[in-house]
């Protein structure tokens, strides 16, 4: 029996169930793969079935949830059943292979559009994508990463991680609190949005997609008498970046980039003076 990544890669400590009889009376067995991502499996007999299940993954890959039936001959030649998906057989050789766990991860605005700019950090075990967990299998902290780089860790099954947002795209605010997300047996995330505001997160339906979604930065101007509080129509105000550096240490600026170096702000009837949301 042999534990794969898709990439072929061997995947040590792959754990399988084989039910059916063996010569010295047993009707089940588990063994587990060796570094080479292997096991040999003994004591099988003529003219039998074998259903070969996944009980344990390897590290950072999910859990099959299929099965395969393999039936030996009286020659002792092993050949394939139906419906054995990610089970492939060469010869003797019964091969599962798998990817190891991604979640794809994705910045929006409120009506789905893409946004550059925003930085994360989590926390939590990682593995390296070839059946190893990584500094020993304790939690790591990974700063300044965008959603090209969350995209790319290798997540690990049973494993509960943190989200937080570091830095907001220009023009919108910075989400507050921390996402908590675990990863099920089967590679799909679950979240847990209760400290998070200012913002929100969501997963995709079939669990293996995070997206998080900023609030654009919104002000108002209002003009009223200062004699009885009326609003003031027709007011005109101009808004332009102050002199000095921002907290990243560069020139204070429009976060939109087509925004002129001022805006004039008129006031409405109601006296009140709208700012672009996300200038």
């Not at 990439?7 to 754990?15: H, I, Q, V, W």
């Not at 890959?61 to 039936?69: D, E, H, I, V």
């Not at 003797?92 to 700019?117: C, H, Q, V």
């Amino acid at each position: 029996l042999a534990r794969r990544s898709t990439s072929g890669r061997p995947l040590p400590g792959a754990t399988f169930e084989v039910k059916r009889p063996f010569v010295d009376g047993s009707s089940v067995r588990q063994v587990t793969t060796d570094e080479n991502g292997t096991v040999v499996l003994e004591g099988a007999i003529a003219n039998a079935d074998y259903v070969i299940s996944e009980v344990a993954a390897p590290s950072g890959f999910r859990l099959s949830s299929g099965s395969a039936t393999v039936h030996v001959d009286a020659y002792g030649n092993a050949s394939l059943g139906e419906g054995s998906a990610d089970f492939s057989l060469d010869g003797s050789r019964l091969t599962l292979s798998d990817e190891p766990i991604r979640l794809s991860f994705a910045k929006a605005d409120g009506d789905g559009n893409a946004l550059d700019g925003a930085l994360f950090s989590v926390s939590g075990v990682f593995a390296d994508g070839q059946g190893h967990l990584l500094n020993e299998g304790q939690a790591t902290t990974l700063e300044g990463l965008d959603v090209s780089a969350l995209s790319d860790l290798n997540f690990v099954q049973g494993q509960t991680y943190t989200l937080k947002e570091t830095r907001a795209p220009a023009g919108y605010e910075l989400i507050s609190g921390k996402l908590t997300f675990s990863v099920g047996t089967d590679g799909k995330a679950t979240l847990d949005a209760s400290e998070v505001s200012n913002g929100s997160y969501a997963v995709s339906a079939d669990g293996a997609s995070i997206t998080a979604f900023d609030e654009p930065i919104e002000a108002q101007v209002t003009k009223v008498s200062s004699a009885d509080g009326t609003a003031l129509a027709g007011a005109t105000f101009t808004l332009s970046p102050a002199d000095g550096k921002n907290a990243d240490g560069q020139p204070n600026c429009f976060a939109d980039a087509s925004a002129a170096g001022a805006l004039d702000l008129v006031t409405g009837e109601d006296g009140v003076a709208h700012i672009p949301a996300a200038t």
